[in-house]
T-cell receptor
């Protein structure tokens, strides 16, 4: 069955370190998204991609970057981790259907920055 | 800022009762979607209603949409303990496949 996976599921890192969170989907979807979820804020969009070599900034993109070298993967990099980036990160994907764009979510990565 | 705002923030009901959750949004939409999130898991899509639809059913779920009031409601009938989760509305404004999520409603169903 098609799925979307994230790794690692839990990560503890130190302030200033570079961290990369992996996202892999086997849906063959063109669209992929990264969100962070924090209490009181719901889900906020970090970056998104509509296909290979395409990346776009979302609502809270500062301090994050993504790259899309193939259809299946959209890794999220925290260039220099900060305590404010402690959060749960979700990756999602979708295919563009006429008038409908349901998103499929991964299980999440809980990141703690000390 | 959030496009969708759910109401109430938390809801506690007895098993077998109906649960009604509301979502209001600010700008015109292409469609509105509801998602469920169980504790420690990713979001799961429940139902999508297009802007030209007023009501939609899926099993024990009923969604309504009032575009004049910019609001939607999700009704879960005959609730079960397994319905305990957080529920999010998400709006699709048609702007490049992006969804904007609300902050969520925590539903607790007591056995």
């Amino acid at each position: 069955d098609a799925e979307i996976t994230q790794s690692p599921r839990h990560k503890i890192t130190e302030t200033g370190r570079q961290v990369t969170l992996a996202c892999h989907q086997t849906w063959n979807h063109n669209n992929m998204f990264w969100y962070r979820q924090d209490l009181g804020h719901g889900l906020r969009l970090i970056h998104y991609s509509y296909g290979v070599q395409d990346t776009n900034k979302g609502e809270v993109s500062d301090g994050y970057s993504v790259s899309r070298s193939n259809t299946e993967d959209l890794p999220l990099t925290l260039e220099s981790a900060a305590s404010s980036q402690t959060s749960v990160y979700f990756c999602a994907s979708s295919e563009v259907l006429a008038g409908a764009r349901e998103q499929f979510f991964g299980p999440g990565t809980r990141l703690t920055v000390l | 800022s959030q496009q969708g705002e759910e109401d109430p923030q938390a809801l506690s009901i007895q098993e077998g009762e109906n649960a009604t959750m509301n979502c209001s949004y600010k700008t015109s939409i292409n469609n509105l979607q509801w998602y469920r999130q169980n504790s420690g898991r990713g979001l799961v899509h429940l139902i999508l209603i297009r802007s030209n639809e007023r009501e939609k059913h899926s099993g024990r779920l009923r969604v309504t949409l009032d575009t004049s009031k910019k609001s939607s409601s999700l009704l879960i009938t005959a609730s079960r303990a397994a319905d305990t989760a957080s529920y999010f509305c998400a709006t699709d404004t048609g702007a490049n496949s992006k969804l904007t999520f609300g902050k969520g409603i925590t539903l607790s169903v007591r056995p």
